[in-house]
């Protein structure tokens, strides 16, 4: 089946892909890091980093294993200076990693044909990557948010008892009430002098 056969085709034959990857793993491995565009960089990764496995191996391996790892490598890459500064230099900087020897970083918009740029690089062996992320709320702070609605609350405020005292103040002060609403009611005698008075005319 062929499946997965063409992640990475770049506008070229199979030659000149393999020679454009062979070239960029070079240029990473020799200097570090190197700039070129996402869909280039993004091929690289997965062509050099088991190059760069078989320097790892080589280094807790015997002297023929390490010596054919080298080969393969050199198979690889097409050039003998970028495998020696790999394996005589730069494994050792990824001895205690399990892999992800690269990192991308996307830098935006190339002027003139607006292709998307990056740069590639290697990473250190004193970094240890992003920081990991705080853990999320658990599901249990939310339930109970949920659990107290409305209906809980007002039977709550219901369930309140009252003291008796309190009882006997409420109904003083609802009685003291209602006198003065009654005394204001009480009719009011118009006086003679009064303009407003229908009966005198």
Request: proline share 5%; glycine share 8%; net charge positive.
């Given at each position: 089946m062929r499946h997965l056969k063409h992640r990475f085709?770049?506008?070229?034959?199979?030659?000149?892909?393999?020679?454009?990857?062979?070239?960029?793993?070079?240029?990473?491995?020799?200097?570090?890091?190197?700039?070129?565009?996402?869909?280039?960089a993004k091929a690289l990764r997965p062509f050099v980093e088991p190059v760069i496995t078989l320097a790892v191996k080589a280094s807790s391996a015997s002297a023929e294993q390490a010596l054919h790892y080298r080969r393969q490598a050199i198979s690889k890459l097409r050039d003998k200076d970028a495998v020696a500064t790999l394996f005589n230099e730069r494994a050792q900087?990824?001895?205690?990693?399990?892999?992800?020897?690269?990192?991308?970083?996307?830098?935006?918009?190339?002027?003139?044909?607006?292709?998307?740029?990056?740069?590639?690089?290697?990473?250190?062996?004193?970094?240890?990557?992003?920081?990991?992320?705080?853990?999320s709320k658990t599901k249990d702070s939310t339930e109970k948010v949920v659990e107290a609605s409305p209906a809980a609350l007002s039977s709550e405020a219901e369930e309140i008892p009252v003291s008796d005292e309190a009882a006997g103040e409420s109904s003083r002060a609802?009685?003291?009430?209602?006198?003065?609403?009654a005394e204001d009611d009480s009719t009011v005698q118009p006086s003679e002098d009064d303009p407003l008075d229908s009966t005198k005319a």
């Open positions: 085709i770049l506008g070229r034959k199979k030659e000149h892909r393999a020679a454009l990857m062979s070239n960029l793993a070079s240029a990473l491995l020799r200097h570090g890091k190197i700039k070129t565009t996402l869909t280039k900087m990824f001895t205690e990693r399990p892999g992800g020897y690269t990192r991308i970083y996307k830098l935006g918009t190339r002027l003139g044909d607006a292709a998307e740029m990056a740069v590639i690089q290697l990473i250190p062996a004193e970094d240890e990557g992003y920081p990991k992320r705080r853990p609802e009685d003291t009430v209602m006198d003065e609403v």
